[in-house]
């Protein structure tokens, strides 16, 4: 029974509804012809995992892609699985370009992407769950409280390298930057008319996780990351802190009104229209039955969902 494991059989046998009535019926003789069907049922209820006691049935999805939408996503993920006990999600990151490729190649059901989809992903199917902004985050004891535009330029691209050119302390400034196969290195650095290759980093980091884990260690540090991410991490203690942009204080309400410049849609995307689980789940990640969840993390619920 390829593509069938211990876990997907155990819970199938405790809640089979083909055929657990005639295997828990009062003992009787019966032919030898209907034990061999009432095996080979069994078998395809097993295998086809038909068996599920919901109208959807029971199922597996993976989802991949944005770091920063896969900890909304994985959140979102564990309230369903506890509406529907016979569905198991897993939510994997690796970037909004995985998220695209996995897609496409037919590795995830549903791809993550902390962006809008580019020109030449038009045939893909959006749906937008969360919105959210980028901006410039520091350890809270950093002497430096905003920058200017072009100061943001200059310490990317290594023409400032220490924090005293900037009205901060005697220290080697340590630049973090996210890998290409991330979409806010290419939204920040377009907004600041850069070009990804421009940004000359000390530290290439993976995800949100791993710029707050630095940051964090390092008071010289600085990187460019969700508002959200971080702004859950500083309401709930760690000691960090995020630049204005454009004298527009970086806060999840700034993202909401509208006036923080550099802000994003998070989206999950498909191949084509999504059926059945797929489907299910996406209309629910949209809903209002989760819009505590995207407040709690400090994202912003697009106003057409509300």
Known sequence: MSGINLTEISFLIRNTACAGHLL???PMKTPRWFTSLLAATALVCLTLSACAESSLGGGQLVLSG?????PLMATIAERYQSEHPDVVIHVQTGGSNKGIADVRAGDNDIGMISRSLKPDESDLTVFTVAQDGISILLNQ??????????????IFTGKIQNWQAVGGDDL??????????????????DYFGLASEDIQQDHLVGDNAEILEIVLDNPAAIGYIS???????IIHGMPLKLLPLEGVEATVQEVSSGHFPLSRPLNLVTQEAPKGLAKDFIKYAQSAVVE???????????IALK
């Open 24 to 26: 828990t019926a009062k």
């Open 66 to 70: 944005s770091s920063t939408v896969a």
């Open 141 to 154: 004891s950093a002497a430096v409280d905003r920058l200017e535009r072009q100061q943001i330029i200059d």
């Open 172 to 189: 080697p400034i340590q630049v973090l930057s996210k890998s290409t196969n991330h979409s806010t290195v290419g939204l920040f650095a």
């Open 227 to 233: 508002i959200g991410a971080a702004e859950y991490k």
């Open 292 to 302: 505590d969840i995207v407040k709690e993390q400090a994202f912003v619920k697009p």
